[in-house]
């Protein structure tokens, strides 16, 4: 430290020291004071809402729905029937007694006119009763009809939907669609042989050492994903392609062209073969597993497979002689 600096430092600690206002710390403090604050429900720290169940549920909870209400309906129309008829018995019988006739008036007294007018009161009740009948009987036979509407409904929501198939159909819809996806599998392996040979013209005929390295020649990564693999999902990009989401085997990296049936592509759910020549095998694995050998750690094709010692070589067979096909 030089001469100077030492001075100005001895300056700087003799002077005096600044006294702090009175009552700063009580400022300080009431200023520092927070309020609690309630989080809101937008609030970082809220609870999110639930995530509503009925949408995921509805296809399941609506048929049982409808049930339980025509269930609900046809107890309340029964119920309401029973009572009906039980007032309409009721009525019955109270307006038996009342249809007898009044007795004669006494001789010598003024009841003519009050008997008279009791019976007009007495068919007039009748009247009003028949007619209230008449109505009750109206309510109860719509009530039957409304009984049968339901009845109906019920039968029709326990029906099988109209396009429901036989076992027949079913089992001939599913073989359809078994081969549909076999079909779309060899075309995927068709494009990814193309892609590969493509590839190899301009790296000096040796294949791809990963399929990621020829996503140029290939069209979309969709062919990468055989239609009967449930298990996977395709990508839909490139840029989030997944080795997950290959259904087919690549066994032929930075391999030369000069071994044509050297296996490049498999299907382990088909048993298709992709060759190195770029020709697909339709289900060689499963179908003749036996035409597939390991030589040096590398999988090929032999054209036929080979013969039993002792045993006869297959004769090609004759068409018959009509000329149909066998």
Request: net charge negative; hydrophobic share 40%.
């Amino acid at each position: 430290m030089s001469t100077m600096e030492h001075e100005i430092e001895t300056v700087l600690r003799a002077a005096p020291k600044p006294a702090p206002p009175s009552g700063l710390k009580e400022q300080l403090i009431a200023q520092v004071r927070l309020t609690a604050v309630r989080p809101t429900s937008g609030s970082p720290g809220s609870t999110p809402a639930p995530i509503g169940w009925l949408r995921r549920w509805w296809p399941v909870l609506a048929p049982a729905a409808v049930s339980l209400a025509c269930a609900v309906g046809l107890t309340t129309q029964q119920m309401e029937i029973r009572d009906l008829k039980r007032a309409i018995q009721n009525l019955s019988r109270d307006a038996a007694p009342n249809a007898v006739a009044p007795s004669a008036p006494n001789v010598g007294t003024n009841d003519v006119s009050a008997g008279s007018e009791a019976a007009v009161r007495t068919e007039q009740e009748l009247a009003r009763l028949k007619e209230l009948a008449s109505k009750l009987a109206a309510e109860v036979a719509e009530l039957e009809q409304m009984r049968a509407d339901n009845v109906k409904l019920r039968a029709q929501l326990a029906k099988p939907p109209a396009g429901f198939l036989s076992a027949d159909e079913t089992e001939a819809l599913a073989k359809a669609k078994e081969k549909a996806e076999s079909i779309a599998c060899v075309n995927n392996l068709k494009q990814l042989g193309l892609s590969v040979r493509v590839w190899a013209l301009d790296n000096k005929d040796i294949s791809p050492p990963n399929v990621l390295d020829m996503t140029n020649e290939m069209s979309t990564p969709k062919i990468l994903w055989c239609p009967a693999d449930h298990a996977r999902e395709a990508a839909t990009s490139f840029a989030s392609y997944m080795p997950a989401n290959c259904s087919y085997e690549y066994l032929a990296p930075s391999a030369p062209e000069t071994e044509p049936m050297r296996v490049l592509f498999r299907c382990p759910i088909h048993g298709h073969v992709c060759l190195c020549d770029g020709s697909v095998q339709g289900g060689v694995a499963k179908l003749h597993p036996e035409q597939l050998v390991h030589r040096d750690g590398k999988l090929y094709l032999e054209d036929s497979p080979p013969l039993v010692q002792g045993a006869p070589a297959p004769q090609p067979a004759s068409p018959p002689s009509d000329g149909s096909n066998p």
